[in-house]
């Protein structure tokens, strides 16, 4: 899968991935692979990003989550590294 993290002012992350977990409005949910299509909206908290070998962790400050065709792409209001 291919993630994408941009803000207003910049594109935070781009890369393939395996998972991705989101603070969902009504709580954390993890994308995988073939994840079925979703707009959701996003809290502020941890975007965790896995893939085969680290993790890394983004806080953002709210925005929204669309995935479609496994490419995901979070627009956030703001990342704190």
């Known amino acids: 899968m291919t993630l994408e993290i941009l803000t ?22 993890q994308i995988l692979r073939d994840h079925a299509p ?3 909206t996003l809290e502020d908290g941890p975007v965790i990003i896995k ?9 953002i400050k709210g925005g929204v989550v669309e995935v479609l065709k496994n490419k995901i792409v979070v627009l956030a209001e703001g990342v704190a590294l």
Do not use: L, R, Y
Not at 15 to 29: L, N, Q, R
Not at 51 to 59: A, G, S, Y
């Open 51 to 59: 893939n085969k070998t680290d993790e890394q962790t983004f806080i």
């Open 38 to 40: 979703i707009i959701s």
């Open 8 to 29: 207003p002012d910049k594109k935070v992350f781009e890369g393939e991935v395996t998972a991705v977990t989101v603070p969902g409005t009504m709580g954390s949910f």
